[in-house]
């Protein structure tokens, strides 16, 4: 069985840039998590999805940050503009059952 | 008072010692509790999960929750220097839907 894909592995931009990730979760896994993991902490949820709709994004900057999830299936994670404070990696999860989740191997995401 | 309290660590015991991980939850009405391990530059892969006050036991992994105390933790049995990583705790609070909370783990130091 496949894991949680996510591209890029690594990227570097210039603060007020925008960059977006990709994630494709697992064959039918209806749940996909967008965490944030800053160096020496916990991973910190960004936006929970069901199938293509928003479970949870109260912990999404929103005037900078965006996910979908066209179709239930893949999903995007874009910044614009990035801030410094952004640097972390970005990690992608998913569940079948809405329990034990899946990670990808993430983005690593440096602002300067 | 965070929402999931874990000592940082590190934690240090020696090869063949068994490892005690604590961790802590503020929400009362917190439905699921789960253990990942997180090595260094890697993604979270999770261990075990537990959903009722007990023990509940896999391989040399046992998970202890006390939901009258709110706490949960993990034990290692016959630690091995290949246990040596971050231990992460997360846990599903109600936000409208259940959702993950993570602590900042905890560090784990397996000598020889």
């Known amino acids: 069985e496949a894991g949680v894909a996510q591209s890029p592995r690594y990227k570097i931009i210039e603060k007020r840039q925008s960059v977006a990730f990709w994630c494709n979760p697992i064959?039918?896994?209806?749940?996909l998590y967008w965490y944030q993991q800053i160096l020496g902490q916990g991973p910190k949820l960004l936006i929970q999805?069901?199938?293509?709709?928003?479970?949870?994004d109260s912990q999404l900057p929103k005037d900078r940050f965006s996910a979908e999830r066209l179709k239930g299936v893949d999903s995007t994670l874009k910044i614009q503009p990035a801030k410094l404070e952004d640097s972390a990696v970005y990690l992608c999860?998913?569940?079948?059952?809405?329990?034990?989740?899946?990670f990808g191997q993430g983005t690593r995401l440096t602002v300067v | 008072q965070k929402e999931v309290e874990q000592n940082s660590g590190p934690l240090s015991v020696p090869e063949g010692a068994i490892a005690s991980l604590n961790c802590t939850y503020s929400?009362?009405?917190?439905?699921?509790f789960f253990w990942y391990r997180q090595y260094s530059g890697k993604s979270p892969e999770l261990i075990m999960f537990?959903?009722?006050?007990g023990d509940k036991e896999d391989g040399r992994f046992t998970a202890q929750l006390n939901k009258a105390s709110q706490y949960v933790s993990l034990l290692i049995r016959d630690s091995q220097p290949s246990d040596s990583a971050t231990y992460l705790c997360?846990?599903?609070?109600?936000?409208?839907?259940?959702?993950?909370?993570f602590g900042r783990g905890t560090s784990l130091i397996v000598h020889p």
């Open positions: 999860a998913s569940s079948l059952s809405g329990q034990e989740a899946f």
């Open positions: 064959s039918g896994h209806a749940t």
């Open positions: 999805f069901q199938n293509n709709g928003v479970v949870d």
């Open positions: 929400d009362r009405g917190s439905q699921s």
């Open positions: 537990i959903y009722s006050n």
């Open positions: 997360a846990v599903k609070r109600y936000r409208g839907s259940y959702i993950p909370t």
